[in-house]
């Protein structure tokens, strides 16, 4: 069964101090690996696609990675504002449906 | 690129009435859109999978004759909460994925519609 497990379920930081976010995924045949970051009341917005082991990709204070089997978001010396759940999700291949963690609450204190 | 809208953002209404909630690609066309729903401090649960001018594809325990889908256009899908109940009061939440030019496999979500049944 499709399956994808973040970790922590909840963080808190203090600004300024990095952290990681952990995604682990089995599915059947990758096709990409997706990571959103939602605000309480919102819809999710896009952060990054990856496909391949190996691939990074890289938006201001963030960075995601990609395993066989996991997907790390790096937060570099977090600000308040980044604040938010941030939600990974893996498209099997062949996929229609993206099949979505639970999800990683993110405190960043000033 | 990649706006999805959805209207209205927030609905009250009385128990046994039906509620048309409408998901709009404002900048992209997109063949498939999809209906979740999200309860507090949980992850989005997958309803339906919308394709435009075919029947949606509803997931397991899904009420087709209560959440009725209609994709009738290339930017536009709505769904209605035929006879609502407060048990389906929910955050409901629409995606979209471009037909074509760009990335076609990421889904662009819509802002959320907050759903209350009094």
């Known amino acids: 069964e499709d399956q994808v497990t973040q970790s922590p379920e909840a963080l808190r930081l203090q600004e300024g101090e990095s952290s990681s976010l952990n995604c682990s995924y089995t599915?059947?045949?990758?096709?990409?690996l997706f990571w959103y970051r939602q605000d309480p009341g919102k819809g999710p917005e896009f952060l990054f696609t990856l496909y391949s082991a190996g691939e990074e990709k890289e938006k201001e204070r963030l960075k995601a990675t990609l395993t066989k089997k996991e997907s790390f978001l790096h937060i570099t010396a977090p600000k308040p504002e980044d604040s938010a759940t941030y939600l990974c999700?893996?498209?099997?291949?062949?996929?229609?449906?993206?099949?979505f963690g639970t999800g990683t609450r993110l405190l960043v204190s000033p | 690129g990649a706006v999805v809208s959805q209207h209205p953002s927030r609905v009250i209404c009385k128990s046994g009435t039906s509620v048309k909630i409408e998901c709009r690609s404002l900048?992209?066309?997109?063949?498939?859109m999809f209906w979740y729903r999200q309860f507090p401090k949980q992850s989005l649960m997958l309803m339906a999978t919308?394709?435009?001018?075919?029947?949606?594809?509803?997931e397991q325990g899904v009420e087709k004759d209560k959440f009725l889908i209609n994709h009738a256009s290339l930017t536009l899908s709505t769904l209605t909460v035929t006879s609502a109940h407060p048990e389906d009061s929910s955050f409901y939440i629409c995606?979209?994925?471009?037909?074509?030019?760009?990335?076609?496999?990421?889904?662009?979500f819509g802002p959320g519609t907050r759903l209350t049944v009094l």
């Open positions: 919308s394709n435009e001018g075919s029947k949606a594809t509803y």
């Open positions: 599915v059947s045949g990758l096709r990409g």
């Open positions: 995606s979209a994925r471009r037909s074509s030019g760009g990335n076609t496999d990421t889904q662009y």
């Open positions: 999700a893996a498209a099997p291949s062949g996929f229609q449906k993206l099949v």
């Open positions: 900048d992209f066309q997109a063949t498939t």
